[in-house]
């Protein structure tokens, strides 16, 4: 269910990346906020400039979480997948399996619910 | 001074970190078996200590060590100091005093390094074992080096043992391995 969920929201990325104008072409990461409501999840976007995509979903019945608060998730995972792209045992697009970004993954979710 | 000395202190640790984990990988696919792994790195390691107790002796200008504790403080505060910018602690001396230990807290050349199950059997720092052993043969002492604990293998802290076998005659020419 959620990987329809995150595949919609890619395209909507892929659609607001592309609409950036030069402005904020010298940003290092866009922040793409709420990318669009559903019923029951509110979808969050974020793109660094390497083109790597990270997509937070939330349950629209969080109301807690703040703006900063994903921001700072998405630094954290920004991070986190630049270590494991360090790994030299890592091959780029392999599914991530490392045990430290999972624990750091989890250590988010945890503390947002 | 000469341009190598100038530079040497700006060495960014992250390219060096990556160039040893692109060796390990490459090694692991060239012999898709980990104890040989654990031995070309150990090889290669020896023909580094070989060359580098040279420049070791030339920058730190110590002396000759009086006995094997003495070595050990040297390696642990000086040489380790020098070229992984980490200091580890020397414990756990055997009675005879031919063998102790060096706890390391980190390792430069194991950040962001997680071994894959299929690795199991990687000694991914072997290299350092025969770092030690080469560059202690040239100053005329045989040991024997071996990593006792590994974080990478799931251990809380890295521990490398050391052992004196001999003393190695003067007049014996060491050759790469």
């Known amino acids: 269910m959620f990987h329809y969920t995150v595949h919609t929201s890619l395209d909507v990325v892929e659609e607001k990346i592309s609409g950036v104008g030069k402005a904020l072409a010298d940003q290092r990461e866009l922040y793409l906020g709420l990318l669009y409501p559903t019923e029951d999840y509110k979808v969050y976007g974020y793109v660094t400039n390497s083109k790597v995509k990270f997509v937070i979903v939330v349950d629209s019945s969080n109301t807690s979480l703040r703006d900063n608060e994903i921001r700072s998730m998405f630094r954290k995972l920004h991070n986190s997948f630049t270590d494991v792209m360090c790994n030299p045992f890592y091959n780029p697009g392999d599914p991530i399996q490392s045990k430290a970004f999972d624990s750091i993954v989890s250590t988010m979710m945890v503390q947002a619910c | ?177």
Not at chain 2, 83 to 88: A, E, F, M, V
Not at chain 2, 114 to 142: F, I, K
Not at chain 2, 148 to 155: F, K, M, P, S, V
């Open chain 2, 1 to 177: 001074r000469c341009p190598q000395t100038e530079r040497a202190a700006s060495t960014n640790s992250e390219l060096f970190t990556l160039t040893y984990g692109a060796l390990v990988t490459q090694l692991c696919k060239d012999y898709e078996n980990d104890e040989e792994v654990n031995k070309q790195l150990d090889k290669m390691g020896y023909n580094i200590g070989v060359r580098l107790i040279e420049d070791f002796l030339a920058r730190s200008s110590v002396g000759r060590c009086h006995d094997f504790r003495e070595t050990a403080d040297v390696i642990a505060k000086v040489a380790f100091k020098m070229y992984l910018g980490i200091t580890p602690s020397v414990t756990n001396w055997s009675p005879a005093g031919d063998e102790f230990s060096l706890i390391l807290e980190s390792n430069p050349l194991v950040d962001f390094v997680e071994l894959p199950d299929n690795h199991s059997n990687l000694v991914y720092s072997s290299l350092l074992c025969g770092v030690l052993r080469g560059a202690l043969e040239m100053v005329q002492m045989a040991v024997d080096v071996r990593f006792a604990q590994d974080t990478l293998r799931g251990d809380n802290v890295t521990e490398i043992r050391m052992k004196f076998i001999k003393r190695i005659e003067e007049n014996l020419p060491a050759g790469d391995e």
